[in-house]
Nanobody, 128 residues
Framework: QVQLVESGGGLVQAGGSLRLSCVAS????????MAWFRQAPGKEREFVAA????????FYADSVKGRFTISRDSDKNTVYLQMNNLKREDTAIYYC?????????????????????WGQGTQVTVSS
């Protein structure tokens, strides 16, 4: 069993930055591909960014490309999402997710159905 715990959310003004963290515990002796998704009120959960098992491959939604950066520290079993130049439309609950398919590429990791474990989410609110 794997547990994912997100942190780092909060209230920030438009144009500001936040860094989200997701710590994985449980059967994580080997890194697995992970991703960040988000869900705004009344909307479906949407893909934000994904990272491969080794961290050598990343993929982003067009809406965040150039502003967000996903990275991982396998020694700490942690995946990060650095969010810069935040916009009001980035307001959502952000979730990290993990898949037990070690060969899944970042580009193939855009569907929420492809992930086996989810964190509880962390709220990000961007004010104007």
């Amino acid at each position: 069993q794997v547990q994912l715990v997100e942190s780092g959310g909060g209230l920030v003004q438009a144009g500001g930055s936040l860094r989200l963290s997701c710590v994985a515990s449980g059967h994580t002796y080997t890194s697995y591909p992970m991703a960040w998704f988000r869900q705004a009120p009344g909307k479906e959960r949407e893909f934000v960014a994904a990272i491969s098992r080794t961290g050598g491959s990343t993929f982003y939604a067009d809406s965040v490309k150039g502003r967000f950066t996903i990275s991982r520290d396998s020694d700490k079993n942690t995946v990060y999402l650095q969010m810069n130049n935040l916009k009001r439309e980035d307001t959502a609950i952000y979730y990290c997710a993990l898949t037990y398919l070690p060969g899944k590429t970042a580009e193939d990791g855009t569907s929420p159905r492809g992930y086996d474990y989810w964190g509880q989410g962390t709220q990000v609110t961007v004010s104007s």
